[in-house]
């Protein structure tokens, strides 16, 4: 079974950092994408920022130079470091991941096959 599991999200004041990890078992291949997204309360689900197994990563407009995106193909584990939080970061947190067949990782939500079950970050 493909499992993703979120950790590290917590509640931390604006100007603090906060790492998140996703650590995936029983699926991998060569194209893959993975994908951090978040979802604040009455708002849609937006994509944060994706990476593939080459490297080649992505940030949303939003980011800047805020959070970085970077995986350990070791522990197969993906990990968002976020540091300068604002309250407006305050979101559930999921990664995911789907096949792009060589194709550019998408921040498109309905290309995504598997999903974590989230993890909470409270800025105040």
């Known amino acids: 079974d493909v499992q993703l599991v979120e950790s590290g999200g917590g509640s931390v004041q604006a100007g603090g950092s906060l790492r998140l990890s996703c650590a995936v078992s029983?699926?991998?291949?060569?194209?893959?994408?993975m994908g951090w997204f978040r979802q604040a309360p009455g708002k849609e689900r937006e994509g944060v920022a994706v990476?593939?197994?080459?490297?080649?990563?992505r940030y949303a407009d939003f980011v800047t130079d805020r959070f970085t995106i970077s995986q350990d193909d070791a522990s197969n584990t993906v990990v968002l470091q976020m540091n300068s939080l604002k309250p407006e970061d305050t979101a559930m947190y999921y990664c995911?991941?789907?096949?792009?067949?060589?194709?550019?990782?998408?921040?498109?939500?309905?290309?995504?096959?598997?999903w974590g079950p989230g993890t909470q970050v409270t800025v105040s």
């Open positions: 995911a991941l789907y096949d792009a067949y060589g194709g550019r990782c998408s921040f498109r939500e309905d290309f995504y096959d598997y």
């Open positions: 029983g699926y991998d291949a060569l194209y893959l994408c």
């Open positions: 990476i593939n197994r080459r490297g080649t990563i």
